[in-house]
């Protein structure tokens, strides 16, 4: 079946700092994959998106590349702030009809001024 | 327009009870899915609805069950609670289900605690 894995966490940078929370999938076909972001007390916002293979998903100075090769789908950024301070969920869809979105299990990311 | 909204935001039951879980999805969207949310399991697809019918069940007990109306609203039912269903139950909506670029909007959640 499908599944995702992510980089445990926590994770605490300083402000500024450049960020990279990593993330591997496994799935038949050709899956979209997904960056959701959740701060505190609140649902999942979706960040960024990618659905084929060399697309790069980019928002709010996120980016992240669907790797087929390597099977990965790395978040980063450059230089984060302290509103960026949230849990960030890697998930892909398999694309078979559905919205069943598997996730990763969330890292937590803590900016520090 | 207004997001997906979720009632109510925080419940209290206990073991044995039974609750409803009602989501609202945003206007035009036909498309509901629910999943819960803990700390020890993370987040987990429970089930999705469209245009009233069931597309795609995950892998949890018969004690879970949904609906969804012919305004595309859904309700999502726990019966025989256990103390293990405490969690954030989060909806998401949809408006081209099975397209490429569909996107989910996920609502606030419903957190759960069963004692």
């Known amino acids: 079946g499908n599944s995702v894995t992510q980089m445990e966490g926590p994770v605490t940078l300083s402000e500024e700092a450049f960020l990279t929370i990593n993330c591997t999938y496994t799935?038949?076909?050709?899956?979209?994959l997904f960056w959701y972001v959740q701060y505190p007390g609140e649902g999942l916002q979706l960040l960024l998106k990618a659905t084929k293979a060399d697309d790069k998903g980019s928002n709010k100075g996120f980016e992240a590349t669907y790797r087929k090769e390597t099977t990965s789908f790395h978040l980063e950024k450059g230089s984060v702030q302290v509103s960026d301070s949230a849990v960030y969920f890697c998930?892909?869809?398999?694309?078979?009809?559905?919205?069943?979105?598997?996730f990763g299990t969330g890292t937590r990311l803590t900016i520090i001024p | 327009k207004a997001g997906v909204t979720q009632t109510p935001r925080y419940l209290i039951k206990t073991r044995g009870q039974q609750v409803t879980l009602s989501c609202s999805p945003i206007s035009g969207h036909r498309s509901v899915s629910w999943y819960q949310q803990t700390p020890g399991q993370g987040l987990q697809f429970l089930f999705e609805?469209?245009?009233?019918?069931?597309?795609n069940k995950g892998n949890f007990p018969g004690r879970f069950s949904g609906r969804q109306f012919s305004n595309s609203r859904s309700e999502m039912n726990v019966s025989t609670l256990e103390l293990g269903d405490s969690a954030l139950y989060l909806c998401?909506?949809?408006?081209?289900?099975?397209?490429?670029?569909?996107?989910?909007?996920f609502g606030p959640g419903t957190r759960l605690t069963v004692l």
């Open positions: 998930a892909l869809n398999s694309n078979f009809g559905n919205e069943k979105l598997t």
């Open positions: 609805y469209f245009s009233e019918t069931q597309r």
């Open positions: 998401a909506s949809s408006a081209k289900p099975g397209q490429l670029n569909n996107e989910q909007f």
């Open positions: 799935a038949t076909g050709y899956p979209s």
